[in-house]
Structures are given as structure tokens and as C-alpha cells.
């Protein structure tokens, strides 16, 4: 169906569209036409589509063919998450930041397996909940991002374990770091990852 534009809104939180890639979309839909719709739910959020539509608005579009998906809340936000993957300037933190936020609606979508039996003691049950919801998490999402389960679960660890100061001197390091060195980083102490961080977004290690 054809919505118009300006009904269309975006989450604020959502990643930014890249300026490049948006004139490119627009230079290729104008020449051969939109040949994917945009995703929204049923109060025309953006659900799929974010530089498709960047790019309808450059081509000064007043309306855009829209697909109205019945998805909503945790749903909605686990298919914008993975629109993102799709997306090749992927840094590994900002990566392994998506993933972390994908185990947790994934969690919260299959509360199956994060409990376990009754009849184990809590803590068996709990380490033992924690560890076949991690396994079925890194399946499940290797398995969509073609990607293989040991990637997964070094960029969760990446996200997870380092620290927000540190995470921050990666991200604004200007600079491709290695997912091989952030692994490392992420391992370290709390109190030595700064520096580390430091010294890996200047190239000195």
C-alpha cells in the first residue's frame, strides 16, 4: 500500500542512515523503481527500510509503497536489529552491542529457555538455564546471520565485558581495530582496559 511520507516515523534510537549509501539508493530507485518495500508496523513505524526511505525523500517522494507488518514491540525490534546486520560498515562493538540486545529480547521472547526444571537445585538449575539459553541464542543467530557460532560469541564478550570508558576510546579511535584485539581488550581487567583502549585506538599496540 501506498503510505504517505510524512506518517512515517523512526524510532530515535535507530542507527543513522549513511549519506553515501542513501544517494546511491536514490540514484538506483530512480532509475529503475522501488523494488522492495519498506516495512512498518500498524502506527507506521519504521520497521525495515531506513534508506529506502532517506532515499524517497531525496527523490522529494510525497508517498512510498509500504508493507504493514503485524509485528510490534519486542517482535518489531528484534526484525530492526536484524535489518542492521545486513549493513556491511558494521564496526565488531557496534556488532557485538546489536547482538547483546538481541539475546535480550530473544530471551524474553523464549522465557522457555531461560528456565529450567523444578526439580534441580536453584543454582544447578540457574547455571544450567544460563547455559542452554546462551546455546540455543548463538545457534539461532549464526544460523540467520550465516555467520559461524564462535563469531557470535566473541563479539558478545567484546560488548559485554569491556568497560563503558573503554568502549567509547574504541569507538571514536577513527580506526579499524581487529576483532582478534578487542577479544583481548574485552578479557582484561577493568582497570587496565583504559589504557589498553587507548593504546589500540592510537595504533601503538
Not at 522492495?36 to 512510498?64: C, F, M, Q, S
Not at 528456565?115 to 534441580?120: A, I, M, T, V
Not at 567484546?158 to 568497560?163: F, G, S
Not at 569507538?171 to 578487542?182: E, M, T
Amino acid at each position: 500500500m501506498q503510505v504517505n511520507i510524512d506518517r512515517i516515523q523512526v524510532n530515535s534510537g535507530r542507527r543513522e542512515a549513511l549519506p553515501d549509501a542513501v544517494r546511491e539508493l536514490a540514484d538506483s530507485i530512480s532509475a529503475v523503481g522501488l523494488l522492495n518495500p519498506i516495512t512498518v508496523d500498524r502506527d507506521y513505524i519504521l520497521i525495515a527500510g531506513l534508506h529506502r526511505l532517506e532515499a524517497a525523500k531525496l527523490l522529494g517522494w510525497a508517498e512510498i509503497e509500504c508493507n504493514v507488518s503485524s509485528l510490534e514491540g519486542l517482535q518489531a525490534e528484534l526484525a530492526e536489529i536484524d535489518e542492521n546486520f545486513v549493513r556491511a560498515d558494521l564496526e565488531t562493538l557496534e556488532f557485538g552491542k546489536l547482538l547483546l540486545r538481541r539475546k535480550e529480547i530473544y530471551e524474553m521472547l523464549h522465557p522457555q529457555v531461560k528456565n529450567g526444571g523444578d526439580r534441580k537445585s536453584e543454582k544447578i538449575r540457574t547455571r544450567r538455564a544460563r547455559s542452554d539459553s546462551d546455546k540455543s541464542f548463538v545457534r539461532d543467530t549464526a544460523d540467520k546471520l550465516g555467520i559461524s557460532t564462535r563469531s557470535v560469541e566473541e563479539k558478545i564478550q567484546i560488548a559485554r565485558d569491556m568497560t563503558p570508558r573503554a568502549q567509547e576510546i574504541i569507538q571514536d579511535a577513527g580506526r579499524k581495530i581487529k576483532k582478534k584485539d578487542l577479544v583481548k581488550l574485552s578479557r582484561m581487567e577493568p582497570e587496565q582496559q583504559e589504557q589498553a583502549a587507548a593504546q589500540l585506538a592510537a595504533g601503538e599496540i
